[in-house]
């Protein structure tokens, strides 16, 4: 991934020392183990893997001009430095994915952490910005168009609710992916599988069934669960900046008028440029969605067509989603809300919000069919769409609706208290009772 979207926390995971620093530890809990089940007597130090001086650029020319083989330059490159009794059991009993998919399983599980707070981090603000808002009447918009009100609060409520569901994702995920295998080349146990047990154990992982390589339904999981939180950040930024179009401006991204330029050639310009950015974003953690469930499928035990791929999308759908994230919370934080012209805007159509209240009073008043009701209002309803009529005066003056309504319980209907009265009953159901 580019410098432009890598965050230094997420970069760190997924650079190329912090991959082989893990390879040595997998090698170094595998020596631990055999230890500590009497298959070798030999002093291991504590800090062992730490202890060894990664050399990326070392370890990619040894494979480039020597043996076009990853692991193998790396076992080069670090076993020289081991104690000297060591080194006949560096990787002894173990194939190159032992090695590499346990490692890369520590990779995945400290990603989903860190993925986790972001995520965390950005509902809180959420969770803020949706009680500050909470009674702010909006126009509800289904197709486009106006529907009925809600409040901005409610909107704001939705998405902490999705993100509670990624939450649990997260923690699903975060389970699934902490697995490694030591079982050989392809699967049968070249060590004891007591070994294999023991390394996971101090590694913090359980073992799994494995062929030469762990399944990719894992990564496939690992990068969809991804996508599917970008879809949610992709929903909150397109939805921020429809609000933020000139003719509706109920929320728009901050803007520093001093400092900051919308256009090169026009100087008035504010556009909503962090939320198109995320929208882009998505995009692309989508296509890398696909890419990975195409990983899944491998030759018999094992072939390479997925290791290419799983070095770029793994670390960039890691380390795009995480600043997503990080992005899109500090939007949130700042974004400027004009609470006065979502109101203004609710009354943009003159009472035609209302409609389905004043139907279902009158079918209740006349004892009519619902469908002869709802076809009175209907009538009149659209006539106010193309004449720009107000609605209610409309229908105080129709001898229909005169002859079951009165003035006074027409204008219940277009009480804007009653259509947001259950806000709190909403709130309680996302956020529990405070």
Not at 22 to 42: D, H, Q
Request: overall charge positive; aromatic content about 8%.
């Amino acid at each position: 991934m580019i410098p432009r979207y890598t965050k230094k926390e997420m970069g760190q995971i997924w650079s190329e020392e912090s991959k082989f620093r893990n390879w040595a530890r997998v090698e170094e809990a595998v020596l631990k183990a055999k230890v500590k089940l009497g298959f070798l007597k030999i002093n291991i130090p504590d800090d062992l893997a730490d202890s060894l001086k990664i050399n990326p650029e070392e370890i990619n020319r040894i494979e480039k001009e020597k043996t076009k083989h990853d692991v193998i330059a790396f076992l080069m490159h670090t076993s020289l430095q081991l104690p000297e009794e060591l080194r006949p059991f560096w990787h002894a009993g173990m194939t190159s994915y032992d090695t590499q998919d346990t490692a890369l399983s520590l990779q995945l599980t400290a990603s989903v952490e860190l993925l986790a707070d972001r995520a965390k981090k950005l509902q809180a603000i959420i969770k803020k910005k949706a009680y500050e808002y909470k009674k702010d009447p909006q126009i509800g918009r289904t197709h486009g168009v106006h529907a009925e009100p809600i409040t901005f609060g409610v909107k704001l409520a939705n998405w902490y609710s999705e993100f509670s569901r990624h939450a649990a994702r997260l923690r699903k995920l975060r389970e699934n992916v902490a697995v490694g295998k030591i079982s050989g080349a392809v699967g049968m146990y070249t060590l004891d599988p007591k070994v294999e047990k023991e390394a996971c154990e101090i590694l913090g992982l359980k073992p799994i069934i494995a062929t030469q390589i762990i399944s990719r339904d894992i990564i496939a999981e690992y990068v969809s669960t991804l996508a599917l939180i970008a879809g949610t950040v992709e929903k909150i930024s397109v939805a921020i900046r429809t609000l933020q179009r000139t003719e509706i401006l109920e929320a728009q991204e901050y803007f520093d008028p001093k400092k900051q330029r919308g256009s090169s050639a026009m100087p008035h310009k504010r556009n909503p440029i962090s939320f198109e950015n995320l929208s882009g974003m998505a995009n692309m953690m989508r296509g890398y969605a696909v890419t990975a469930l195409g990983t899944i499928s491998t030759w018999d035990e094992r072939d390479i067509s997925n290791s290419g791929q799983e070095r770029i999308f793994l670390p960039d759908t890691s380390i795009l989603l995480d600043y997503m994230l990080n992005r899109l919370a500090g939007s949130l934080e700042k974004m400027i809300v004009h609470s006065e012209r979502m109101k203004e805007n609710i009354f943009l159509t003159r009472g035609l919000v209302f409609s389905q209240d004043v139907q279902t009073l009158l079918a209740q008043k006349s004892n009519l069919p619902r469908e002869e009701a709802y076809k009175i209002v209907r009538d009149i309803a659209q006539s106010c769409w193309e004449s720009k009529k107000d609605f209610c005066e409309a229908l105080a003056k129709n001898a229909k609706v005169k002859k079951y309504l009165s003035e006074k319980e027409l204008k219940k209907c277009f009480d804007l208290k009653e259509k947001i009265k259950h806000v709190d009953y909403i709130f309680e159901k996302v956020f529990g009772k405070k």
